[in-house]
């Protein structure tokens, strides 16, 4: 199982730190920030990182891009230039394979899914958003999250992922759709699940490398003076929740989905050039 | 008692509500926010907002410089131009009121402090902060405070402290100096108070517009799934230092440092002018 991953926000949105909590690594421990002065001038650079692991007994190849530098400096425009790029590089790159000689073992490193984050700060989508997203939203698949969930109150969150939803309908944004169920096949409870992850969208997430202790057990957490946030607990963070879709559940359709739809509207733009 | 004070900072940073909390008002009830389109183009308003209240017996007229829009947008290059043009107003209106013939009451407008928000997300400070503080700093009092400190844990907030206080040096970025005791009148316990008070900029501070239920107390706070954050708890959030700082006791020497520090600073050079 091959599956690519692209993580975009400004820094500072937990990224990384949602990245090892998904999947139990740490890619970015000897990571270089940029200081202020580096960063006055627009830098979005392309890192990537690839992981086996086993989730299920389903092993998988994980490949993570990130975007470090993006949306950080006070001129931000067209910073989001160098994101598109990178999944359509990879597109291009699946075209060239495709259309060559030896087509048998043609490596799929196109970017299956994007996960984009939003600030719990913002009141919605902000101008940089808005912009990447729409570049992004016919090459990719996109999933929105809201980065740093525990910086709100359940009632600010209700309200921020209802203005995120207003805002990517009314800037005409697709997100990736999860798909709906043969109403023949899957049953009732199914359904039920089903819908309540496409109302979720976007997942509101927290991530931690440290592990505390709650009730004598040892969980990933942040330690506040006024309690404990936990990574895995449904009723504090989405994050089991996205994990669930891009290891387990969800991960074929990310796939085909950008094989049948994103990929072959690309091809056909290329072939018409 | 008159008292300006001007608030900088991107929005989504709790200023308002921080404002709301220090001196229990409601000044923003009917505030118009801009949408992400309004936002593509940079525009930094100032909105001003004039109260009366009494702290501990002193009757104050306290006016409040709001600026929305600042570094909200794609590109933010200068977008602290219309901050440092307010200022420099005020102490070129007291110039010209002073350089009258009337001089007998002179309405005191100038800024006499400038709480500067920095995000809790930031790894110390970003580019838009430094052009700006560095703009202001010769200017106005600065007073540097981390917003929504409630999203750091007690680790990540120390660690976020001494990284603005390492940029502010890097850049010789001078905010707000606490005056030093004098040693003959002050005892000992003023003077390590005095001393904390130093260290403990940027202040850590916290907002909220909810009042909450903590045994049995009625208190400003904000509640989450994992515990309620208390504004006024000096274990959770320095706002109630930074409110006794601005009204009890350092208000005399803000308007003295604005009077005789950066006004004078301000009057030679337009003079030599
Ligand atoms: N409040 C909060 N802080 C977080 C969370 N995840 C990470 N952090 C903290 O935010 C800081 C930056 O996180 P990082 O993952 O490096 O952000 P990135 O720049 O987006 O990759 C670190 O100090 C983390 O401890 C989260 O879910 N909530
Ligand atoms: N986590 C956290 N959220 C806050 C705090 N203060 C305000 N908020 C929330 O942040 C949102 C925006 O606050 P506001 O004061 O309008 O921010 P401003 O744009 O800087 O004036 C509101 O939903 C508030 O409830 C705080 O101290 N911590």
Redesign the pocket.
Known sequence: FEFTLM?V?????????????LFLTDL?KD?K?PTAEERIEPTVSLEDHTMDFEEKGVRMRLTII?T?GFADSVNNTNCWDTVVKCVEDRLGKYLHDESGLNRRHINDSRVHCCLY?ISPFGRGLRPVDVACLTALHDRVNILPVI?????LTYTELRALKQQVRDDLERHSIRTYEFPDCDSEEEDEEYKIENQKLKESVPFA??????VVEVNGRKVRG?LYPWGI?E?ENMLH?E?ATLRSVLVQTHTQDLKDSTAEHHYEAFRSQRLQM
């Not at 926000?9 to 909590?21: C, D, Y």
């Not at 980065?147 to 910086?151: H, L, S």
């Not at 997430?205 to 440290?210: F, R």
Request: with cysteine; hydrophobic share 35%; charged share 20%.
């Open positions: 993580v926000g400004e820094s500072g949105l937990g990224k990384s730190t949602l990245i090892n909590s970015y990571r920030v990130d470090p984050f980065g740093k969930a525990d910086c997430v927290v991530g931690s490398n440290m942040r946030v990574v963070s994050s």
